[in-house]
């Protein structure tokens, strides 16, 4: 799902129908006027309008252009008023998004993030989020050379901006020639900053593990992760206490890692105390995760080859030999608790499924212990 800013929480517009159409129709005159004051005063009233209302996102359409040539203007005031009514414009309006990129926003709006002021930046970052929520806008604003300011605006910029910056350029990340050009701007510190302070359960947590994930599945990415003090760390830090969608993405990376390099990346995943979290991820994370976490944890293992027929290649059995191998007795104890309530849980789901099974099997005429029989022979 790709990120756009909230708009502000606000009451229902109280105009009737009737009158809500001639505020449009004043709002676009009073926009063609030549006086600088009168299309501020337009611009604020568009941003207004538009602020609750997807039928005047619509019918405000023909805005764009004369909002766009305000951008342009040698003017602070016409410029932020501008800039705010096109991102109230394009939330949540594909049609709009896409005119407002194809009228020439782009090249205004990017040199707004290197202006000395950061309300201009903040503005700018978020209709940069706003607009490559749009597939079709993607490769235009990673041409029109966005993605390397996105990235200074998450090194160095307010707090607002930096999340909205992420935001961004996970956006662009899905767009898959756009990766090569993120991992060039060097964005993985930065990241790793923003995820050691953000909520765990937060939606920007959640973007900055997407972009990481997509990002270790190059080599830079994977180097740049493990380079940066405490990287692998915060990513195993969401492993544990992110939201269900966090977590998928975490465990998703260090498998990336794992997989494209064992002998590399093994010890320094190892080293983050990462057992705990993946066993907890076998039995309560999604269908994906379950999965990634399992294979993660084979990986993981001393020896990559199959356990032999007396010791069978369980997932128990993998886990106790990494348990012997951690050296942290901390890690070692929650491991084996995790351990043991992963086994308990194993054991009530089969018992649960062995229940169920009796149930659907057992006709009303046949004895139980016909139907006992036929589920512990299978």
Known sequence: MESEPQLPTTPSDPDTPRTATTAVNRTLHLLQSDDPDSQIQAAKEIRRLTKTS?????????????????LRLDSLDSNEAALLALLNLAVKDEKNKVNIVASGALEPIISFLQSQNSNMQEYATASLLTLSASTINK????????????????????????????????NLSTYSDN?????????????????????????????????????????EGRTALTSEEGGVLAVVEVL???????????????????????????EPILREGVIPGLLELTVQGTPKSQSKAQ????????????????????????????????????????????????????????????????????????????????????
């Open 295 to 378: 294979t993660l944890l084979r990986l993981l293992r001393d020896s990559p080859h199959p356990r032999s027929e007396l010791q069978p290649d369980t997932l128990e059995n993998i886990v106790c030999n990494l348990i012997s191998q951690i050296d942290s007795e901390d890690q070692s104890r929650k491991a084996k608790k995790m351990l043991a309530e992963m086994v308990q849980v194993s054991m009530e789901q089969s018992l649960r499924h062995l229940q169920q099974r009796a149930v659907v099997c057992t006709p009303t005429d046949l004895p139980i212990n016909n139907c006992t029989s036929e589920v512990s022979s299978k």
């Open 139 to 170: 490769p235009t604003i990673s041409a029109a050379g966005a993605i390397p300011l996105l990235v200074e605006i998450l090194r160095h910029g307010s707090p607002q901006a930096r999340v909205d910056a992420v935001l961004a350029l996970y």
């Open 240 to 266: 544990e206490n992110g939201s269900l969608q966090s977590r998928e993405h975490a465990v998703g990376a260090l498998l990336t890692m794992c997989q494209s390099d064992r002998c590399k990346y093994r």
């Open 179 to 219: 990766i090569s050009i993120i991992l060039e701007a060097k964005p993985i510190p930065s990241i790793v900053d923003l995820l050691k302070t953000c909520k765990k359960s937060s939606k920007t947590t959640e973007k900055c593990s997407a972009l990481i994930e997509s990002l270790v599945a190059f080599d």
């Open 54 to 70: 997807q039928k005047c996102r619509r019918q405000l359409s023909p805005a764009v252009r004369p909002l766009v040539s305000m």
